[in-house]
Every structure is written in structure tokens, then in C-alpha cells.
């Protein structure tokens, strides 16, 4: 599976952002899709997954409320839509797959075996 993330940029504190990951090569079906992020010095951490059939989520602490993964299948592409943004949402952003994980692993990088390029988010005014 080839990942391709997209839709990164810089927005002001408040503003919202949309993360686009489209899967090439193989469908998101059956595979538990993850967004993480790495900021500068920061270890890359996790963000949210979707269960790509049955749609379950989770999402971290710090984006839940502000932040929703979803989903098109039609597309094979996975959203991640940031809203009220925060300096502290600077990061590289990754989105992630994998066939074989584990629900109860979903917020360990090293269990997923598919990476996309990454796309930068700046949140600064």
C-alpha cells in the first residue's frame, strides 16, 4: 500500500485545516488507518485511527472534540478534519495503515507498516 498525504499548510490559531491520505496500490478495506504527528524535538505521536469498515475511532486527548477522522471509500481516501486550531497543533502530520494491528495498539507507530510522506501544519498568526 502506497500512502499519499496532502492538504497541509498554514492557518491561524482558530482556523481549521483539512488532511486528505489516498491509498494506492491496495483498498483501505480491512485496514485500521491512523493519523499521527511529530513536532520538532517531540517524538512522533499518535492522533486518531479509524477502523476502516466499521468505522470505529479514537483519537488523543489532545484533538478530541477539535479533530474528526472520516472516511471515503469510494476514494479510498481518509480525512482528517482540524478545527479550532492551536499553536500546539504544529506538527508533521503522517497518516498510517496497517491489515494486521491490533485495536489496542493503534497509538504505537511501530505497529503500522504503511507510512504516507507526511504534510506539514503550521498553526501561527
Known amino acids: 500500500v502506497q500512502l499519499q498525504a496532502s492538504g497541509g499548510g498554514l492557518v491561524q490559531p482558530g482556523g481549521s485545516l483539512r488532511l486528505s491520505c489516498t491509498a494506492s496500490?491496495?483498498?483501505?478495506?480491512?485496514?485500521?488507518v491512523g493519523w499521527f504527528r511529530q513536532a520538532p524535538g517531540k517524538e512522533r505521536e499518535f492522533v486518531t485511527a479509524?477502523?476502516?469498515?466499521?468505522?470505529?475511532?479514537a483519537y488523543a486527548s489532545a484533538v478530541r472534540g477539535r479533530f474528526t477522522i472520516s472516511r471515503d471509500n469510494a476514494q479510498n481516501t481518509v480525512y482528517l478534519q482540524m478545527n479550532n486550531m492551536t499553536p500546539e497543533d504544529t506538527a508533521l502530520y503522517y497518516c498510517?495503515?496497517?491489515?494486521?494491528?491490533?485495536?489496542?495498539?493503534?497509538?504505537?507507530?511501530?505497529?503500522?507498516?504503511?507510512w504516507g510522506q507526511g504534510t506539514q501544519v503550521t498553526v501561527s498568526s
Open positions: 496500490g491496495r483498498a483501505f478495506s480491512g485496514h485500521v
Open positions: 479509524m477502523r476502516w469498515n466499521s468505522r470505529t475511532t
Open positions: 498510517a495503515a496497517d491489515r494486521q494491528i491490533i485495536w489496542s495498539s493503534i497509538t504505537s507507530a511501530g505497529a503500522y507498516d504503511y
